[in-house]
């Protein structure tokens, strides 16, 4: 069975700063891996996926993630936090080929002026 | 295009009362769920459907039934609503081919059952 570790509930950092949001799965088998944001009162929308191929990869808005086979990690990083980052951050793990998407219990960013 | 579309966005209901959330997507995406979001909690998958004609139950099942009424459409129904069961439901769906592989998300609806 797929399962997804989000051990920070919420983690507030100051804007500037640089954050990690941690991310560790279980699986006995390979793994697509996704980041998902969620701004107050809206859906979910898509960060960054790992399919294959290089383990690191990067969003559109600075943020990146990396994928740690021997760690089962996939956590999610920025140099510098805006305000605009305030937000919930999901990881989410579903098997090759598999239809099943188990998502944490997310991590809620705050960033601090 | 709209992607994933639920209604309804709000709703109140009273304990044993029973109702139908709908959702409906235009990509074409073989596989489509449904989950409920609770404080604390995540995501929590209730059921998800890999094609018309199959569904499967995932972590929270009980209470809910669904219906994949056909390619595009994924409904979620509560028989007897009770008070655990306020939350906000969403639904996604995903497709599993290339690099088509995450899911999208509908806006969710906020149910409350008094």
């Known amino acids: 069975a797929q399962s997804v570790t989000q051990l920070d509930s919420q983690v507030p950092v100051f804007e500037e700063a640089p954050v990690e949001l941690r991310c560790n799965y279980s699986s006995s088998v390979s793994v697509y891996l996704f980041w998902y944001v969620q701004y107050p009162n809206q859906g979910l929308q898509l960060l960054l996926k790992?399919?294959?191929?290089?383990?690191l990869v990067e969003s559109i808005n600075g943020f990146e993630a990396e994928f740690n086979k021997s760690q089962t990690s996939f956590h999610l990083r920025k140099p510098s936090v805006h305000i605009s980052d305030t937000a919930e951050y999901f990881c989410a793990v579903s098997n090759f080929g598999n239809e099943k998407l188990t998502f944490g219990t997310g991590t809620r960013l705050t960033i601090i002026p | 295009n709209a992607g994933v579309t639920q209604t309804p966005k709000f709703q109140v209901l009273k304990t044993g009362q029973s109702m139908t959330l709908q959702c409906a997507q235009d990509m074409n995406h073989n596989s489509m769920y449904w989950y409920r979001q609770d404080p604390g909690m995540g995501l929590r998958l209730i059921y998800y459907s890999a094609s018309e004609g199959t569904t499967d139950k995932g972590e929270v099942p009980n209470g809910y039934n669904v219906s994949r009424l056909n390619k595009r459409e994924f409904s979620l129904r509560l028989e007897s609503a009770a008070p655990s069961q306020t939350s906000v439901y969403f639904c996604a769906s995903r497709g599993l081919q290339g690099s088509d592989t995450e899911a999208f998300f509908g806006q969710g609806t906020r149910l409350t059952v008094v």
């Open positions: 790992y399919l294959s191929g290089s383990t």
